[in-house]
C-alpha cells in the first residue's frame, strides 16, 4: 500500500516555486544594482505599500518587532506610561510595550474572536494609560469601532498590530490604517511574508512618520547629524524588491486561504469543534486556521499519525510569561487562559490542495468519532 504524502502546516517552497521567475529577476535586479540599503526598491515599496493599505505613509523597518517598539516610541510612549493590550498574543506584543519602558496592562479576550474585548477597556483605564495595542489575531480584525471611539473619548494612541492581518479588512479599510500608526510583520510565514525578517509601520500622520524614519536611522536627519537615540532598523533592498513581487498576489493570496477556511467550515460543521468566525463588516484573512476544541493533544496526536501537521498558536498567555513577571497583575483571563488551552491551528496556505483539507477533515471526523 502507499502511504499519503505528508500534509506539511507551511509549504514556503512551493510558494517560492510559483513566483521564481518574479523574485528571482527583482533579486537579480539588486544585485546587480550595487545598492542594498534604503535603495529604490524600498522607497518604491513603501510607495505601493501606502497605496494598497491607504496610508500616506508605509514605513520598512528590520522586523515587526521593531515596527511594534518604534511606532510605540514615535507616538511617544515611554517610562511611566501605561499601555492597555490583549493577554493572547505572541510575545512581541507585550515586550514592545516593556522595551520602551512602559508597561503593559493586559485585558481578557473576546473568546469568538481572540481579539481585545473593547467591554473591558474602562476597568484597565487609569491616569498613566496613553496607548491601547490591539492586535488582529490570526487574520481576524479587532473590534475597532469601539476600541478607536475609547481612545478618542481619553485621548489615547492606538497602536496597531497587524502582523498577522496583511490584507484584512474592517469596515471597507485595510487595517494596520485605522489608528494612528499600524504594524506589519514580514516574517517568512505571515501572508505578506519576505525571505529574511522585515517589518513596517503604517500612518497617516507625517509626525509619526518623520519620527520612524530617525529611529530607524540611528537619529539622523542628514549625514553625521543625529537629533535623536535611534538604532539601526532598516528593511534592505533585496527584502524590499521580494516584498514588492509578493505585495501585487497578496489579494489573491488571501482569497486563495479564504476559499480553503470555506472549505474547512463546510468539512468540519459537524464535528464537536469550534470553528473560527469572521464578524460581520470584517474580512478575515486567515493567517491560521485556528479551531478550539477540549481533546486537542489527542486530536494533534491524531493528525501527526495521519501525516498531517498541526501547530498550537498559543500554548501560554502573555502575563504569565516569566519575563512579564514584573507586571504581572493579580487577576485571571479566563477566556484567554481557555483559549491557550484549546486552541489548535490546522495546516492552511494559499496552495493547499483542496484534497489535503478533505484529509485533514477526515482524520479530525475519525478521532473525534472514537
Same mark, same amino acid.
Given at each position: 500500500?502507499?502511504?499519503?504524502?505528508?500534509?506539511?502546516?507551511?509549504?514556503?517552497?512551493?510558494?517560492?516555486?510559483?513566483?521564481?521567475?518574479?523574485?528571482?529577476?527583482?533579486?537579480?535586479?539588486?544585485?546587480?544594482?550595487?545598492?542594498?540599503?534604503?535603495?529604490?526598491?524600498?522607497?518604491?515599496?513603501?510607495?505601493?505599500?501606502?497605496?494598497?493599505?491607504?496610508?500616506?505613509?508605509?514605513?520598512?523597518?528590520?522586523?515587526?518587532?521593531?515596527?511594534?517598539?518604534?511606532?510605540?516610541?514615535?507616538?511617544?510612549?515611554?517610562?511611566?506610561?501605561?499601555?492597555?493590550?490583549?493577554?493572547?498574543?505572541?510575545?512581541?506584543?507585550?515586550?514592545?510595550?516593556?522595551?520602551?519602558?512602559?508597561?503593559?496592562?493586559?485585558?481578557?479576550?473576546?473568546?469568538?474572536?481572540?481579539?481585545?474585548?473593547?467591554?473591558?477597556? &474602562?476597568?484597565?483605564?487609569?491616569?498613566?494609560?496613553?496607548?491601547?495595542? &490591539?492586535?488582529?489575531?490570526?487574520?481576524?480584525?479587532?473590534?475597532?469601532?469601539?476600541?478607536?471611539?475609547?481612545?478618542?473619548?481619553?485621548?489615547?494612541?492606538?497602536?496597531?498590530?497587524?502582523?498577522?492581518?496583511?490584507?484584512?479588512?474592517?469596515?471597507?479599510?485595510?487595517?494596520?490604517?485605522?489608528?494612528?500608526?499600524?504594524?506589519?510583520?514580514?516574517?517568512?510565514?505571515?501572508?505578506?511574508?519576505?525571505?529574511?525578517?522585515?517589518?513596517?509601520?503604517?500612518?497617516?500622520?507625517?509626525?509619526?512618520?518623520?519620527?520612524?524614519?530617525?529611529?530607524?536611522?540611528?537619529?539622523?536627519?542628514?549625514?553625521?547629524?543625529?537629533?535623536?537615540?535611534?538604532?539601526?532598523?532598516?528593511?534592505?533592498?533585496?527584502?524590499?524588491?521580494?516584498?514588492?513581487?509578493?505585495?501585487?498576489?497578496?489579494?489573491?493570496?488571501?482569497?486563495?486561504?479564504?476559499?480553503?477556511?470555506?472549505?474547512?467550515?463546510?468539512?468540519?460543521?459537524?464535528?464537536?469543534?469550534?470553528?473560527?468566525?469572521?464578524?460581520?463588516?470584517?474580512?478575515?484573512?486567515?493567517?491560521?486556521?485556528?479551531?478550539?476544541?477540549?481533546?486537542?493533544?489527542?486530536?494533534?496526536?491524531?493528525?501527526?499519525?495521519?501525516?498531517?501537521?498541526?501547530?498550537?498558536?498559543?500554548?501560554?498567555?502573555?502575563?504569565?510569561?516569566?519575563?512579564?513577571? &514584573?507586571?504581572?497583575?493579580?487577576?485571571?483571563?479566563?477566556?484567554?487562559?481557555?483559549?491557550?488551552?484549546?486552541?489548535?491551528?490546522?495546516?492552511?496556505?494559499?496552495?493547499?490542495?483542496?484534497?489535503?483539507?478533505?484529509?485533514?477533515?477526515?482524520?479530525?471526523?475519525?478521532?473525534?468519532?472514537?
Amino acid at each position: 500500500m502507499t502511504l499519503a504524502r505528508p500534509v506539511p502546516f507551511l509549504d514556503l517552497p512551493a510558494e517560492y516555486r510559483a513566483l521564481s521567475p518574479a523574485i528571482d529577476a527583482a533579486i537579480s535586479r539588486v544585485l546587480r544594482s550595487g545598492r542594498f540599503i534604503l535603495g529604490p526598491e524600498h522607497e518604491a515599496l513603501e510607495r505601493e505599500a501606502a497605496r494598497h493599505f491607504q496610508v500616506r505613509y508605509a514605513l520598512g523597518v528590520a522586523s515587526g518587532t521593531d515596527a511594534l517598539e518604534l511606532a510605540l516610541r514615535a507616538c511617544g510612549i515611554g517610562p511611566g506610561d501605561e499601555v492597555i493590550t490583549t493577554a493572547f498574543s505572541f510575545f512581541a506584543t507585550a515586550e514592545a510595550i516593556v522595551t520602551v519602558g512602559a508597561k503593559p496592562v493586559f485585558v481578557d479576550i473576546d473568546p469568538e474572536t481572540f481579539n481585545l474585548d473593547p467591554a473591558l477597556l &474602562p476597568a484597565a483605564l487609569t491616569r498613566r494609560t496613553r496607548a491601547i495595542l &490591539p492586535v488582529h489575531l490570526y487574520g481576524q480584525p479587532a473590534e475597532m469601532r469601539l476600541i478607536l471611539a475609547f481612545a478618542r473619548r481619553h485621548r489615547l494612541r492606538v497602536i496597531e498590530d497587524a502582523a498577522q492581518a496583511a490584507g484584512a479588512r474592517y469596515g471597507g479599510r485595510p487595517v494596520g490604517g485605522l489608528g494612528d500608526a499600524g504594524c506589519l510583520s514580514f516574517y517568512p510565514t505571515k501572508n505578506w511574508g519576505a525571505y529574511g525578517d522585515g517589518g513596517m509601520v503604517l500612518t497617516s500622520d507625517a509626525a509619526i512618520a518623520r519620527r520612524i524614519r530617525l529611529l530607524r536611522a540611528h537619529g539622523e536627519d542628514r549625514k553625521y547629524h543625529h537629533v535623536l537615540i535611534g538604532r539601526t532598523s532598516r528593511l534592505d533592498e533585496l527584502q524590499a524588491a521580494i516584498l514588492r513581487v509578493k505585495l501585487r498576489r497578496l489579494a489573491a493570496a488571501n482569497a486563495a486561504r479564504r476559499r480553503l477556511a470555506r472549505a474547512y467550515d463546510r468539512a468540519l460543521a459537524d464535528l464537536e469543534v469550534v470553528l473560527p468566525v469572521e464578524r460581520r463588516d470584517t474580512r478575515h484573512v486567515f493567517h491560521l486556521y485556528t479551531i478550539r476544541t477540549r481533546r486537542r493533544a489527542a486530536l494533534q496526536r491524531a493528525l501527526a499519525g495521519a501525516g498531517i501537521a498541526a501547530a498550537v498558536h498559543y500554548p501560554s498567555i502573555l502575563p504569565t510569561q516569566p519575563a512579564m513577571a &514584573p507586571w504581572r497583575l493579580r487577576r485571571r483571563f479566563p477566556y484567554a487562559e481557555a483559549a491557550a488551552r484549546q486552541v489548535l491551528s490546522l495546516p492552511l496556505w494559499p496552495g493547499l490542495p483542496m484534497v489535503a483539507v478533505d484529509r485533514v477533515a477526515r482524520a479530525l471526523c475519525q478521532s473525534v468519532n472514537k
